[in-house]
């Protein structure tokens, strides 16, 4: 075998850091091999989202609320509207913008505060059957089952159907999306944990199981469980946006992405961009956060499915 | 072979039996129907009359007895809105749902096996990054968006397909295909996978080794291999062909089971909540149980694994 010489694979010498082409091209193709430039743009249209999560008050030009019925209707800029207005107006002359804002704002609080449920609800679990195995294991493996068994969908309309929809009671109801999954994955890996040396090291030590699990095989699982949860996250998303899409998640006037789009479908001759800028918003988070979901799984953990 | 099947028909009617459960939970303890359908204002003795009327006034685990005979029997009350058999009425609606489901499910399969399979031989080409790009676009556009775009495009701006109705055959075009679309990525990216992994194992390698052309391998080897575990996938698609539509039968305004559950949860129809259900998650389990003896009966593997292992 030869040794290859090729110049970008050499340590950078001062000669070579001076004039040669291939050692900088190769940086940047290093860089951009860590990191695509997809994920690169995903990361920041998260970051955009995050920020106007955050500043979602300060953000907006108008209150989401505010009527203006002299401007109803108006166009987005680029559709022959105005900066006034830079997504246009809705049917009560609402300041679309400001709407999309405060939507993007209760989709992501409500998606992220389902998904941690969903983690709670599923590592505690999946940690109880790992722990108790037997009888335990079984009927929580049982439920697990029975929940992939049933489109979540359904199950959440039946529930809504009780309960109707206050906004308390439709974020934990989504946070029981997914927790199958998690509760699945995080038995896997806490039993194949417990065999580890870390684990029988602290148990010899006369660790508590709450001190081992919480303390010990929780830190050393958690990329795996990190990369499921953001893979779940897109789809709580969906689930959201589907269910106040059709009336029965997020009511007015709260607003969210999948009820303004709800509301724009009457308008899609006369005024599409009351539905096309929230279904924009859904769609680029959504791939943005699967995206760098499946980037980071190829990363950290390529036995995820 | 007749323990396997007696375990999966076993595990088949707990999950039937936890399902009935949930829905006897979900539907009674969590608020009294009297106040919903009443209104807090009506009289006392309307409300005497309607708990007796729906067996609402005796002990819970009496309730529930009853409740577990009466849906063993079928007999699963009335609407509470226009008071006919709720199964009646969830059944007049089936016929309509298939209408779409079932074209549905075949353009699914159609794009979505060919296309997964085709990423997997062609792994990291610019054939497998397309399919892929479109798959994550299926995953990532939900039903509704895609759906409003399609009426938008063929209904509003071309006007060649109508938007929203069930009067002819061309109603259930944009219906039929926004599904299609959607759950063709779904399978594709599951098939891809299961390919990828087929692909990945050592008889693949010995079967290449021994010098069959590489067509023959795939053909005899790799996929016959590759279907195993689509078939679970395929079984859950199957499973929702009842109640899959939920969505996009709202934005097409297809008067199909999905809209009617939508309707019934909006108005608390709850007797129409609870067949619908029922329906969806005896159809679920049906097709997984079915999909379960397919499997014992394509792969003998399975068979023994799954007993050895003693779940």
Redesign the interface.
């Known amino acids: 075998m030869t040794i290859d010489t090729t110049p970008g694979l050499e340590p950078a010498s001062p000669a070579h850091a001076s004039g040669s082409v291939f050692t900088s091209k190769s940086r940047m193709g290093a860089f951009f091999e860590a990191w695509p430039p997809l994920v690169l743009i995903a990361l920041f249209w998260i970051g955009l989202i995050a920020v106007v999560v955050i500043g979602a008050k300060w953000i907006a030009p108008y209150d989401f609320m505010a009527l203006d019925l002299r401007a109803r209707l108006i166009p987005p800029v680029f559709m022959g509207g105005s900066w006034v207005h830079p997504l246009g107006t809705d049917e009560l002359g609402r300041d679309v913008l400001s709407r999309l804002i405060v939507s993007i704002r209760i989709s992501m609080v409500i998606a992220f505060l389902s998904t941690l449920i969903a983690a709670i609800v599923g590592v505690s679990l999946g940690f109880l059957a790992a722990y108790f195995r037997g009888r335990v294991e079984?009927v929580i493996?049982?439920?697990i089952?029975?929940q992939a068994?049933?489109?979540f969908?359904?199950?959440a309309?039946?529930?809504?159907?009780?309960?109707g929809s206050s906004l308390f009671l439709f974020t934990i109801l989504m946070g029981f999306y997914g927790w199958e999954r998690i509760a699945r994955i995080s038995r896997g890996l806490a039993i194949s944990a417990n065999e580890r040396g870390y684990a029988t090291a602290v148990r010899d030590l006369g660790a508590t199981p709450i001190r081992i699990y919480a303390r010990h095989i929780l830190p050393n699982i958690a990329s795996t469980l990190i990369v499921s949860l953001t893979l779940n996250f897109?789809e709580v998303i969906?689930l959201e946006?589907?269910l106040s899409?059709?009336?029965?998640g997020v009511q007015p006037p709260m607003t969210s992405l999948?009820n303004m789009?709800g509301y724009g479908?009457d308008y899609?001759?006369s005024a599409?961009w009351i539905?096309l800028a929230p279904?924009a918003a859904?769609?680029v988070t959504?791939?943005s956060i699967?995206?760098l979901g499946?980037w980071m799984r190829d990363k950290f953990d390529p036995t995820l499915? | 072979m007749v323990q396997y099947l007696l375990m999966k028909i076993f595990r088949a009617l707990v999950t039937v039996t936890l399902i009935v459960s949930a829905a006897f939970v979900v539907l009674r303890l969590s608020g009294d129907p009297a106040i919903i359908i009443l209104g807090p204002e009506a009289p006392p003795e309307a409300f005497e009359a309607f708990r007796r009327n729906w067996g609402l006034d005796q002990p819970i685990w009496v309730q529930y007895f009853k409740y577990f005979v009466a849906v063993a029997q079928g007999d699963l009350g009335n609407s509470m809105r226009d008071g006919r058999s709720a199964l009646v009425v969830v059944g007049e609606r089936i016929p309509l749902t298939l209408a779409i489901t079932l074209p549905a499910l075949f353009i699914k399969l159609a794009i979505g096996l060919p296309a997964g399979v085709v990423a997997a031989l062609y792994r990291n080409t610019w054939v497998d990054r397309l399919i892929m790009m479109l798959s994550v676009a299926g995953f990532t556009v939900p039903s509704f968006v895609l759906g409003l775009v399609l009426a938008m495009i063929f209904a509003v701006w071309l006007g060649w397909l109508p938007s929203g109705g069930s009067d002819t055959w061309a109603h259930a075009v944009l219906p039929t295909v926004t599904m299609g679309l959607v759950g063709a990525a779904v399978i594709a990216r599951f098939t891809r996978s299961a390919m990828l992994e087929v692909l990945g194992q050592p008889y693949i390698r010995t079967a290449s080794a021994k010098g069959l052309l590489w067509r023959n391998v795939v053909r005899s080897h790799a996929l016959p291999n590759a279907a195993i575990p689509t078939l679970t996938i395929i079984g859950f698609l199957v499973g929702s062909l009842v109640a899959g539509a939920v969505v996009v039968e709202s934005v097409f305004s297809w008067p199909g089971v999905g809209r009617l559950l939508v309707n019934a949860v909006a108005n608390r129809d709850l007797a129409v909540v609870q067949v619908i259900l029922l329906l969806v998650g005896l159809t679920m389990v049906g097709a997984n149980l079915a999909v379960d003896i397919l499997y014992g009966i394509v792969d003998p593997r399975l068979r023994i694994k799954r007993l050895q292992a003693g779940s």
Request: proline share 7%.
């Open positions: 079984q493996l049982m439920l089952d029975a068994a049933m489109p969908m359904i199950i309309l039946a529930v809504l159907a009780f309960l897109p969906l946006s589907g899409f059709l009336g029965l999948g789009v479908r899609i001759q599409p539905m279904s859904i769609v959504t791939l699967s995206i499946d499915d």
